[in-house]
């Protein structure tokens, strides 16, 4: 059955660090991947979004995310967090199939520390 | 120009009450989509339509109706609303494509039902 793992529910990182969220997926077919972010009282933005070609894919914001089909993943990255990046960060991945919609992972909450 | 729209923002009534949102979307899509959100973050898709065709109806009580008088409109209409409804619903659109379909998100409504 089609999947998305966020295994970090919450994370906590300074300000100025660098930032990595986590997300495996598990779909048979060539997947459509997918990064939104939600601010706290907001809706859901995209950041970035997988769909073929280059692996590294660039998303507003200053983040990207990588593809690799061999382990499975797509985790997103910032090489610097700024105190407005706190949110809630869901990964997804679009089932093609008979129901053509969003699989989503359970969300990674992002504190960031001044 | 706001993409995808909902009314009301905020939604506070009592149990047994029967209530509405409204989702408007101006991106010319074909597809629009309603989720629940609870208080943990997850999000749950409930109904999607596909040119004014209901698509998906994932396991929704029927106390939920959505209707779509047109590709650019789905509403939700809640009957004898009960406790376990207080959420946050979101509504969504995308565009019917042979690769993936990238979903755009409304606002929100946050439903407190009392």
């Known amino acids: 059955a089609q999947s998305v793992t966020q295994p970090d529910i919450h994370i906590t990182v300074s300000e100025g660090a660098s930032l990595e969220l986590r997300c495996n997926y598990s779909?048979?077919?060539?997947?459509?991947l997918f990064w939104y972010v939600q601010s706290p009282g907001q809706g859901l933005q995209l950041l970035l979004k997988y769909f073929s070609g280059d692996t590294l894919v660039q998303g507003i914001k200053g983040f990207e995310a990588e593809f690799k089909r061999s382990q499975s993943s797509f985790n997103l990255r910032k090489p610097s967090v700024h105190w407005s990046d706190a949110a809630e960060y869901f990964c997804?991945?679009?089932?093609?199939?008979?129901?053509?919609?969003?699989?989503w992972g359970l969300g990674t909450s992002l504190a960031v520390n001044p | 120009d706001t993409a995808v729209s909902q009314t009301p923002k905020y939604l506070v009534t009592q149990m047994g009450n029967d209530k509405s949102i409204k989702c408007e979307q101006n991106?010319?899509?074909?597809?629009m989509y309603w989720y629940k959100q609870d208080s943990k973050k997850f999000l749950k898709i409930m109904f999607s339509?596909?040119?004014?065709?209901?698509?998906i109806n994932e396991t929704v009580p029927n106390r939920f109706s959505p209707k779509s008088p047109d590709k650019a409109h789905l509403n939700l209409h809640i009957n004898s609303l009960e406790l376990g409804d207080s959420a946050v619903y979101f509504c969504?659109?995308?565009?019917?494509?042979?690769?993936?379909?990238?979903?755009?998100f409304g606002p929100g409504t946050r439903l407190l039902v009392l």
């Open positions: 339509y596909n040119n004014k065709e209901l698509i």
């Open positions: 969504a659109s995308s565009q019917t494509e042979r690769s993936g379909e990238t979903q755009y």
């Open positions: 779909y048979g077919a060539t997947p459509y």
């Open positions: 991106l010319g899509h074909d597809t």
């Open positions: 997804a991945v679009f089932n093609a199939g008979n129901n053509r919609k969003l699989i």
